[in-house]
């Protein structure tokens, strides 16, 4: 059974550091970074939305971590590199659809400001 856990990492983003744990009523230990992990290895096009509640939760996560001084690297660095192959398959999906050379800068604006608030090298 797939589980989608992106609405729980929403949820929890906000309210707890990234380097939260805790057990389950099973005695598993879970965490933010667990959660991050288990996002960040699906498949954004198979998942509801296209992936877009998967995206948010890494991202969310992936703020919050960088604003508590955390590092890109591990978990984190699977999650950011997962957010920017997504941002570029968008960028390709919509030169094709118009015929495109670049992505407009109003679009690319858009791409760029819903992954973790970082530049991502543009719409080229």
Same mark, same amino acid.
């Given at each position: ?25 099973? #005695? ?28 948010? #939760? ?63 090298? #543009?719409?080229?």
């Amino acid at each position: 059974l797939q589980r989608e856990y992106s609405w729980t990492l929403i949820g929890l983003t906000t309210y707890l550091p990234t380097s939260a744990e805790w057990t389950a009523a099973d #005695g598993a230990t879970w965490s933010i970074e667990r959660l991050v992990a288990i996002e960040a290895e699906q498949d954004l096009g198979a998942s509801a939305c296209g992936g877009t509640h998967r995206l948010i #939760g890494m991202s969310m996560a992936l703020n919050q971590h960088l604003a508590e001084g955390g590092k890109i690297e591990g978990v984190w660095q699977d999650a950011d590199r997962r957010i920017r192959e997504y941002q570029e398959e968008i960028r390709q999906k919509i030169k094709d659809m118009y015929g495109l050379e670049r992505v407009p800068d109003e679009i690319e604006d858009y791409i760029q400001a819903a992954a973790a608030g970082r530049s991502s090298g #543009g719409g080229g």
